[in-house]
């Protein structure tokens, strides 16, 4: 198991502010309530207490009923991977960094120039993704734009689960496409009941369309895998300023009382189901009304979703690592920076967006990934602290050398060589060059170094796959064509 950091030293939020957020969030479902337009989704709350206005589709959720449904909701998620070794523990502050996005441009390894994602790209970054040490779960960066969408989710999870033993999550999109996924699964697991014990998939999907609307479509969908018992982050990304309050606090407010309603329909529907608060705050560009994530704020609110969540006992799902930069820059590396460390610090647990992307996640890129892959290993020695025992505190080295000595050549030395600082892996520390030199090619060597990186783990990483007869089986069943890993 990969046991994550334990993060928690970051917070925004302080305990008064997190208690008036949620009772803000609580009235805002009593007194206002959330539109619901599925009828059968209308019936499950009303069942439960909840006053539902049918012809209004109106439904307002009282606080007894949030907190019977806190009550039983996990506060403890163990999403696995295909390997034991890359099952991840989500709960308290315990910190994991991975993948994510829809994006609908990928830069060319090898030209850099945009292309649309293609399957062929899933495969390989899922590959890529295997190899770096620091992303802990796979969900698809890109959409594969060959793919005809009626199959899109079930030859998406095909594709990434064939190249990766690492945690897979992805959007089903449709009731059908859920159906499928969980079933696929569940042939590369034994059965359906094998990967309810050990579940290496799990699904995110965005029921919730801010501010405070239930999608009838995503809905049908999140009641199918809730029932199936796969585990789901319950994805709300309200954009402050468009579709929510532009103030942090207001938007705060509203996008926890979407999460509360989420967790109590989920658990209305199927008492018990694992998910994941799955709060995303963002920003809208108050000039153009575009998706702004770049900005300091968007990691503050996204680190404080780590606090809420913790308040109500749920494991979270959260982002970081969003830039509006198009290409991989500097502007990509500090607006990544911030918002990676800042949920690291506040101890998030399952952070994605977080490797590859560019472009307020329109776009990706091979290289990038190996980029973020070091920044993400370097928050997370942030968040492991200074260590301090009686061999790290070194009384008895300090003793052998005495004053005036050195320590170079000390068994201690020697013995935590490795281990004490972080070696980075695309600028060696010990390089030097001259200041003209740094300045005029620096930043496209780490670049070019990071793609070719990225080309190489691709190319020399193995990946245990899908028994070849069994894929075959799949392949056949799903109508799905060959991609390249």
Same mark, same amino acid.
Request: charged fraction near 20%.
């Given at each position: 198991?990969?046991? +994550?950091?334990?993060?928690?030293?970051?917070?925004?939020?302080?305990?008064?502010?997190?208690? $008036?957020?949620?009772?803000?969030?609580?009235?805002?479902?009593?007194?206002?309530?959330?539109?619901?337009?599925?009828?059968?989704?209308?019936?499950?709350?009303?069942?439960?207490?909840?006053?539902?206005?049918?012809?209004?589709?109106?439904?307002?959720?009282?606080?007894?009923?949030?907190?019977?449904?806190?009550?039983?909701?996990?506060?403890?998620?163990?999403?696995? +991977?295909?390997?034991?070794?890359?099952?991840?523990?989500?709960?308290?502050? $315990?910190?994991?960094?991975?993948?994510?996005?829809?994006?609908?441009?990928?830069?060319?390894?090898?030209?850099?120039?945009?292309?649309?994602?293609?399957?062929?790209?899933?495969?390989?970054?899922?590959?890529?993704?295997?190899?770096?040490?620091?992303?802990?779960?796979?969900?698809?960066?890109?959409?594969?734009?060959?793919?005809?969408?009626?199959?899109?989710?079930?030859?998406?999870?095909?594709?990434?689960?064939?190249?990766?033993?690492?945690? =897979?999550? &992805?959007?089903?999109?449709?009731?059908?496409?859920?159906?499928?996924?969980?079933?696929?699964?569940?042939? =590369?697991?034994?059965?359906?009941?094998?990967?309810?014990?050990?579940?290496?998939?799990?699904?995110?999907?965005?029921?919730?369309?801010?501010?405070?609307?239930?999608?009838?479509?995503?809905?049908?969908?999140?009641?199918?895998?809730?029932?199936?018992?796969?585990?789901?982050?319950?994805?709300?990304?309200?954009?402050?300023?468009?579709?929510?309050?532009?103030?942090?606090?207001?938007?705060?407010?509203?996008?926890?009382?979407?999460?509360?309603?989420?967790? =109590?329909?989920?658990?209305?529907?199927?008492?018990?189901?694992?998910?994941?608060?799955?709060?995303?705050?963002?920003?809208?560009?108050?000039?153009?009304?575009?998706?702004?994530?770049?900005?300091?704020?968007?990691?503050?609110?996204?680190?404080?979703?780590?606090?809420?969540?913790?308040?109500? $006992?749920?494991?979270?799902?959260?982002?970081?690592?969003?830039?509006?930069?198009?290409?991989?820059?500097?502007?990509?590396?500090?607006?990544?920076?911030?918002?990676?460390?800042?949920?690291?610090?506040?101890?998030?647990?399952?952070?994605?967006?977080?490797?590859?992307?560019?472009?307020?996640?329109?776009?990706?890129?091979?290289?990038?990934?190996?980029?973020?892959?070091?920044?993400?290993?370097?928050?997370?020695?942030?968040?492991?602290?200074?260590?301090?025992?009686?061999?790290?505190?070194?009384?008895?080295?300090?003793?052998?050398? +005495?004053?005036?000595?050195?320590?170079?050549?000390?068994?201690?030395?020697?013995?935590?060589?490795?281990?004490?600082?972080?070696?980075?892996?695309?600028?060696? $520390?010990?390089?030097?060059?001259?200041?003209?030199?740094?300045?005029?090619?620096?930043?496209?060597?780490?670049?070019?170094?990071?793609?070719?990186?990225?080309?190489?783990?691709?190319?020399?990483?193995?990946?245990? &796959?899908?028994?070849?007869?069994?894929?075959?089986?799949?392949?056949?069943?799903?109508?799905?064509?060959?991609?390249?890993?």
């Amino acid at each position: 198991m990969t046991e +994550g950091v334990i993060g928690g030293r970051y917070q925004p939020l302080t305990q008064d502010q997190i208690g $008036r957020i949620h009772e803000s969030a609580l009235r805002i479902l009593e007194e206002i309530g959330v539109q619901v337009a599925l009828a059968e989704a209308q019936a499950v709350f009303a069942q439960a207490g909840a006053r539902v206005d049918a012809g209004a589709r109106r439904v307002r959720i009282p606080a007894r009923l949030v907190e019977k449904s806190l009550g039983l909701a996990p506060s403890r998620i163990v999403l696995c +991977g295909r390997e034991p070794r890359h099952d991840l523990a989500l709960e308290d502050s $315990r910190v994991y960094m991975g993948t994510g996005g829809a994006a609908l441009n990928v830069l060319d390894p090898d030209t850099g120039a945009a292309r649309p994602g293609k399957l062929r790209d899933i495969a390989q970054l899922a590959r890529l993704v295997d190899g770096l040490e620091n992303v802990h779960f796979f969900i698809r960066p890109c959409t594969a734009q060959d793919v005809p969408r009626e199959r899109l989710g079930v030859t998406e999870f095909h594709a990434a689960i064939s190249n990766t033993t690492k945690h =897979v999550m &992805g959007a089903g999109y449709t009731l059908e496409g859920v159906r499928q996924v969980i079933d696929m699964a569940g042939r =590369v697991a034994g059965d359906v009941r094998a990967l309810r014990k050990r579940p290496f998939i799990s699904f995110t999907t965005g029921w919730m369309v801010s501010p405070l609307t239930f999608d009838p479509d995503a809905t049908r969908a999140l009641m199918e895998i809730l029932k199936r018992r796969i585990p789901v982050a319950l994805s709300s990304a309200p954009m402050a300023g468009s579709t929510a309050p532009i103030t942090m606090a207001g938007t705060l407010a509203q996008l926890h009382a979407e999460e509360l309603a989420g967790i =109590v329909f989920s658990q209305l529907v199927k008492p018990g189901a694992p998910v994941l608060y799955g709060g995303i705050p963002g920003m809208a560009d108050m000039h153009d009304l575009s998706y702004k994530a770049g900005g300091v704020e968007f990691g503050l609110m996204n680190a404080a979703i780590s606090q809420l969540a913790g308040y109500i $006992r749920v494991p979270n799902y959260c982002s970081a690592g969003i830039t509006e930069a198009r290409i991989p820059d500097m502007q990509a590396i500090y607006e990544k920076t911030f918002s990676i460390v800042q949920c690291a610090l506040a101890g998030a647990n399952y952070v994605h967006h977080a490797a590859g992307i560019l472009d307020s996640i329109l776009t990706v890129d091979y290289g990038q990934f190996v980029i973020d892959n070091e920044i993400i290993g370097m928050a997370l020695k942030m968040v492991r602290g200074i260590r301090v025992d009686e061999e790290h505190l070194a009384l008895e080295t300090i003793a052998e050398v +005495g004053p005036g000595g050195n320590f170079v050549s000390t068994e201690h030395t020697l013995a935590h060589l490795r281990t004490e600082f972080l070696e980075p892996m695309l600028v060696p $520390r010990h390089v030097r060059a001259a200041p003209e030199a740094l300045q005029m090619h620096q930043p496209p060597d780490i670049l070019a170094g990071a793609r070719e990186r990225a080309k190489r783990i691709i190319r020399e990483h193995e990946v245990p &796959g899908i028994p070849r007869a069994l894929d075959r089986e799949i392949r056949e069943t799903y109508g799905l064509g060959r991609q390249e890993g």
